[in-house]
C-alpha cells in the first residue's frame, strides 16, 4: 500500500508558537483583557521552558479563564456541575507541571454536542460491575480510572519541542500534508497553527480560499508547496465530533 496522504488536526506542532498563538487567540476572541496579554507579551519568552515570575502570574490569569468556559470548544456549554458526569466531579486536582506552575485547563474533558460525552467512559469504567466484568483493577488500586494518566504525562520529559522538520522531511520526500484546524479551538488554535507555519517559509501556490460543505462555507484553506492548511468552521478541537458532516467532506476534497 502506498502512503500518500497525511491528515493532521489541531495538532501542537511547535512550542513557541503554540503558546503564543493559544495567547493570541484568546485576546483576539475577546476572553481576556488587553492588560492580561500586554502583561505575557512583554513577561513570557515561549522560546524557552522556564519563566519567570510575572510570566507565571499573568498565565495564571489567562488559565483562571477556562474555570468557567471549555478551552477546546469556545462555544459550547460545559458539562452542568451538579452532573456525576461534570469534569469537577470525575477528575481530581492536578499537581505541578514542569512546563507551567498551572495546566489545569488540559484536565478539562473535550466536549461536543453533548457536553458531557467524554466523560461517560468515566462513568462506566469506575463501576465496580464493569472492573470485575474486565478482571480490571484486581489490586484494588483506590484511585479511580481516568482518560489520561496525568502523572504519566507529567513525567513525560522526552518530547521535542518542534516537529516542523519532520514535517518538511515528509513533504519534500512527497507526502501530500494536509493540517486542518477546527476554528473554535482554543487550546491548540488557527491562529497557533498559522504561526507555526509560517516558520516553515513555503511557497503559498494558492491563497485563502473557501471551501464549501453542502453549499455552505465549510472553512477556509491555503495550500502551500507540499503543504495545504484549512479551518473547519465551527468546530473545536476534535473536529468530527464537532462537525461530522463537514469532515467527511474534507476527507473527500484531500
Known amino acids: 500500500m502506498s502512503y500518500v496522504l497525511s491528515q493532521i488536526g489541531n495538532a501542537l506542532m511547535d512550542y513557541q508558537t503554540d503558546q503564543e498563538g493559544m495567547i ?12 492580561t496579554h500586554e502583561a505575557i507579551v512583554k513577561n513570557c519568552d515561549f522560546a524557552k521552558l522556564g519563566q519567570t515570575e510575572e510570566c507565571e502570574n ?13 478551552m477546546y470548544s469556545l462555544y459550547t456549554p460545559l458539562c ?8 469537577s466531579s470525575m477528575v481530581s486536582q492536578s499537581t505541578a507541571t514542569p512546563k507551567f506552575s498551572r495546566l489545569e485547563y488540559l484536565r478539562k474533558i473535550p466536549a461536543g ?3 458531557c460525552l467524554m466523560n461517560y467512559a468515566t462513568t462506566y469504567f469506575n463501576r465496580p460491575d464493569v472492573q470485575e466484568a474486565l478482571h480490571a483493577n484486581v489490586t484494588n488500586i483506590s ?21 516542523l522538520p519532520i514535517i ?12 486542518y484546524s477546527g476554528d473554535t479551538d482554543g ?13 516553515l517559509a513555503l511557497n503559498v501556490t494558492e491563497d ?39 469532515s467527511l467532506q474534507l476527507i473527500k476534497i484531500s
Open 24 to 35: 493570541d487567540y484568546a485576546w483576539g476572541h475577546a476572553l481576556i483583557s488587553d492588560g
Open 58 to 70: 499573568a498565565l495564571n490569569e489567562y488559565y483562571g479563564l477556562y474555570d468557567i468556559m471549555d
Open 80 to 87: 452542568p456541575e451538579g452532573s456525576p458526569l461534570s469534569t
Open 113 to 115: 454536542y453533548d457536553p
Open 143 to 163: 484511585r479511580p480510572w481516568a482518560l489520561c494518566n496525568f502523572d504519566v504525562l507529567y513525567a513525560w520529559n522526552d518530547s521535542t519541542d518542534s516537529v
Open 168 to 179: 518538511k522531511k515528509l513533504s519534500d520526500g512527497g507526502l501530500r500534508i494536509w493540517i
Open 187 to 199: 487550546r491548540v488554535p488557527v491562529t497557533a497553527t498559522r504561526y507555526t507555519l509560517n516558520k
Open 208 to 246: 485563502w480560499t473557501p471551501w464549501y460543505s453542502h453549499k455552505e462555507v465549510g472553512g477556509w484553506s491555503i495550500v502551500y508547496d507540499g503543504l495545504t492548511f484549512v479551518t473547519v468552521k465551527g468546530a473545536g478541537h476534535q473536529v468530527p465530533t464537532f462537525a461530522p458532516k463537514r
